[in-house]
């Protein structure tokens, strides 16, 4: 069996600071493990700009190695959005959208929809643009056994009903209904609670009984849409060449003095650095690069500002983003043997641009 994926929309940094609050290694583990990787502005910004939408992607292409066409989705921060929003994320290749809030229609709700003929419900501050190919998730709004209307995102504990009963009762109105997908909507600060936790995960195992039930990413979505095939056919098409591998990730607060290694799913350290007993780089009792090591002084760490390159750590390059610049890893970096002087060389390259297309496709 597959494991469950899911879709990250991804913000990075602190909208009014630029502190980057996103670790470009877990982001990485995630894509690794084929879990979709989609964007939700730079500095969690609404409405986005341009800019705002292409900053985030870059920085994941950069320091996550997502390829760029692989970033195909998109969410407004706070679901507020202009007129012009799905028209910039069409303009920048993207190939969905998942933003706009909606309401059953006859009691049915809505599926994906792309935007061939515009917007087919009521939208506010959408437009009526026509983007050919462009897809719409739309987040159905969802309600209690009793009827009453709940947060899509991240729905409460009230009136009595935890959160497997909200989507349960959810589930059965589209399981019974129109069976237009039921999108699990979550921040993460959501499962920090145990009984969500524990409330989610029954009703994902409760579901899974059912053979015609899966859960996939809004790009598998977006696939199933273009070329639909009966629920028996899903293993082989939509969920085919699945990713059993365990996921790795590094340290909680990263290597500190080195780089993680996906391959070996550890820190590889920098000169005279060594793997302390928390999986960082330190340098204490690092007996096999020469000695008791000694911490760098007066140089920045990864993700910490810069001028130039001779401002970062050993191993450390200052890549700019445009409005800042931080120190990042230098992958054309060679430690230096134990004893040796320590010089450090940097490579920059380009940055890569983001290509723009007027007719963009899924896949």
């Known amino acids: 069996q597959c494991p469950i994926l899911s879709t990250f929309y991804t913000s990075i940094a602190d909208g009014q600071s630029n502190q980057v609050l996103t670790t470009s290694e877990i982001v990485q ?15 969690h ?5 341009s800019q705002h939408i292409n900053d985030a992607r870059r920085w ?34 993207f190939t969905y959208d998942s933003t706009r809030t909606t309401q059953p229609k006859n009691g049915q709700h809505l ?27 739309p987040m159905n709004n969802m309600r209690d056994w009793d009827g009453q ?30 069976k237009a997908p039921l999108g699990i909507f979550l921040h993460a600060a959501w499962l920090y609670t145990e009984a969500n936790e524990a409330a989610l995960y029954q009703f994902m195992q409760d579901v899974l009984e059912l053979d015609d039930v899966y859960f996939i990413t809004n790009h598998q979505l977006t696939e199933y849409m273009k070329n639909p095939v009966e629920a028996s056919q ?34 590889e350290c920098f000169a005279s650095a060594c793997v302390q007993s928390n999986g960082q780089c330190g340098y204490s009792g690092c007996s096999d690069t020469g000695g008791e090591g000694n911490a760098p002084s007066g140089c920045a760490n990864d993700y910490e500002s810069c001028n130039a390159n001779d401002d970062c750590c050993a191993g450390l390059y ?3 983003f445009g409005n800042y610049q931080q120190c990042r890893p230098d992958a054309n970096y060679t430690a230096p043997p134990p004893g040796s002087s320590t010089t450090t060389t940097t490579t920059t390259t380009d940055t890569p641009q983001p290509s723009s297309t007027t007719d963009p496709n899924a896949g």
Not at 29 to 43: F, K, N, P, R, W
Not at 63 to 79: A, H
Request: charged share 15%; with cysteine; proline share 7%.
């Open 318 to 320: 200052c890549e700019d």
């Open 60 to 93: 994941i292409v950069n320091n996550s190695e997502v390829p760029i066409d692989q970033i195909r989705g998109f969410r407004t921060p706070y679901l507020l959005n202009d007129e012009n929003t799905f028209q910039r994320l069409y303009d920048l290749g």
């Open 111 to 137: 599926w994906p929809y792309t935007m061939d003929h515009g917007i087919p419900h009521s939208c506010t501050n959408c437009g009526n643009k026509k983007l050919k190919g462009f897809f719409e998730i």
């Open 234 to 267: 899903v293993p082989q098409t939509v969920l085919k060449n699945c990713n059993k591998n365990r996921m790795c990730f590094p340290p909680a607060a990263g290597c500190v003095y080195g780089t993680f290694s996906f391959q070996n799913c550890a820190c």
């Open 149 to 178: 209307l709940i947060s899509t995102m991240d729905p409460p504990t009230q009136n009595g009903y935890d959160g497997y009963d909200n989507y349960m009762a959810n589930f059965m109105e589209h399981y019974c209904g129109s």
């Open 45 to 49: 910004t609404a409405p986005p700009t």
């Open 29 to 43: 583990a995630l894509y690794d493990a084929d879990h979709e990787i989609a964007t939700h502005t730079y500095g």
